[in-house]
């Protein structure tokens, strides 16, 4: 009975790593600063081994991503500790971020002709830049930068399902209903108040995972390279939701709502142009 409701992809993708977070961040917010990174790191392996397995052989691209995602989760919470200095923190952020880009991708690229491999590397570079411009200027603001985070795995994972791939959409799900789970415990414990010590690194899971899964959706489930455009966007338009409120559901509420309808309005769209036979 169990196993066949573990088995559930509903299960798996939402509720195991929704309460998992939601559970760990309550356990750890009066033991560390991150606790969000910690407990999204908990929900996110109990997920992918309901999902995906505890194995990594045969070593795939999607296995490699997994392995990504979770260093990024210790490296976000441990590196700050050994390096406090804003700009080399994120100089190291980007060459992680490139680094994981070439390891998944590069047996596909090589195959490439150099036309495709440029517009290629181009593409998925400046995303990953892109993406940890906009992260870096919400990592001071949890209200901001979990609504980003949520909305923007929720929008890849909708989309890569929408363009036919489960397995890349349930990853991407997983994280990103950990994220609510870890966003809703912070509306019960946390504070609006800024902080003024942010650190760039700590946003390296929000940047590597959602650029990964959507990549390899592009590549590997024909998502429409140009359906990540408006879902990079995601960070900069919830930067600009101004919140003049002490209060930390009317915060949350403001900074998701935006982020949330970008979301949808992208995979409805990838799901209408696949069921239309068109944009593929």
């Given at each position: 009975?169990?196993?066949?409701?573990?088995?559930?992809?509903?299960?798996?993708?939402?509720?195991v790593?929704?309460?998992?977070?939601?559970?760990?961040?309550?356990?750890?917010?009066?033991?560390?600063?991150?606790?969000?990174?910690?407990?999204?790191?908990?929900?996110?392996?109990?997920?992918?081994g309901?999902?995906?397995?505890?194995?990594v052989?045969?070593l795939?691209?999607?296995?490699?991503?997994?392995?990504?995602?979770?260093?990024?989760?210790?490296?976000?919470?441990?590196?700050?500790?050994?390096?406090?200095?804003?700009?080399?923190?994120?100089?190291?952020?980007?060459?992680?971020?490139?680094?994981?880009?070439?390891?998944?991708?590069?047996?596909?690229?090589?195959?490439?002709?150099?036309?495709?491999?440029?517009l290629?590397?181009?593409?998925?570079?400046?995303l990953?830049?892109?993406?940890?411009?906009?992260?870096?200027?919400?990592?001071?603001?949890?209200?901001?930068?979990h609504?980003?985070?949520?909305?923007?795995?929720l929008?890849?994972?909708?989309?890569?399902?929408?363009a036919?791939?489960?397995?890349?959409?349930?990853l991407?799900?997983a994280?990103a209903?950990?994220s609510?789970?870890?966003?809703?415990?912070?509306?019960?414990?946390?504070?609006?108040?800024?902080?003024q010590?942010?650190?760039?690194?700590?946003?390296?899971?929000?940047?590597?995972?959602?650029?990964?899964?959507?990549?390899?959706?592009?590549?590997?489930?024909?998502?429409?390279?140009?359906?990540?455009?408006?879902?990079?966007?995601?960070?900069?338009?919830?930067?600009?939701?101004?919140?003049?409120?002490?209060?930390?559901?009317?915060?949350?509420?403001?900074?998701?709502?935006?982020?949330?309808?970008?979301?949808?309005?992208?995979?409805?769209?990838?799901?209408?142009?696949?069921?239309?036979?068109?944009?593929?």
């Open positions: 009975m169990i196993e066949q409701l573990l088995s559930r992809p509903e299960i798996q993708s939402a509720a790593p929704f309460i998992v977070a939601f559970v760990a961040y309550f356990g750890l917010r009066k033991v560390t600063e991150r606790a969000w990174i910690w407990a999204l790191l908990a929900a996110f392996l109990a997920a992918a309901l999902i995906n397995g505890l194995t052989t045969p795939t691209g999607t296995r490699k991503i997994i392995l990504l995602v979770i260093a990024s989760f210790f490296v976000a919470a441990l590196l700050p500790w050994v390096l406090a200095h804003q700009n080399l923190q994120r100089r190291i952020s980007t060459i992680i971020s490139q680094l994981a880009l070439l390891w998944v991708f590069w047996a596909v690229v090589s195959r490439m002709q150099s036309s495709a491999m440029v290629f590397l181009a593409g998925s570079i400046s990953v830049l892109v993406l940890e411009d906009l992260f870096d200027r919400v990592a001071d603001n949890p209200a901001k930068l609504s980003a985070g949520l909305s923007l795995l929008g890849v994972g909708l989309s890569a399902t929408a036919a791939s489960a397995l890349l959409g349930q991407a799900l994280l209903a950990g609510g789970g870890a966003f809703l415990a912070w509306m019960f414990t946390g504070n609006t108040t800024v902080n010590t942010k650190q760039s690194i700590t946003t390296l899971p929000y940047v590597m995972a959602p650029a990964l899964l959507g990549v390899a959706a592009v590549i590997f489930a024909h998502l429409p390279w140009y359906a990540l455009i408006p879902l990079a966007s995601i960070p900069l338009v919830v930067n600009l939701v101004p919140l003049n409120t002490d209060s930390r559901f009317v915060h949350a509420l403001l900074a998701s709502l935006p982020g949330l309808v970008i979301a949808v309005a992208v995979a409805f769209y990838v799901w209408q142009a696949g069921s239309s036979g068109a944009g593929y």
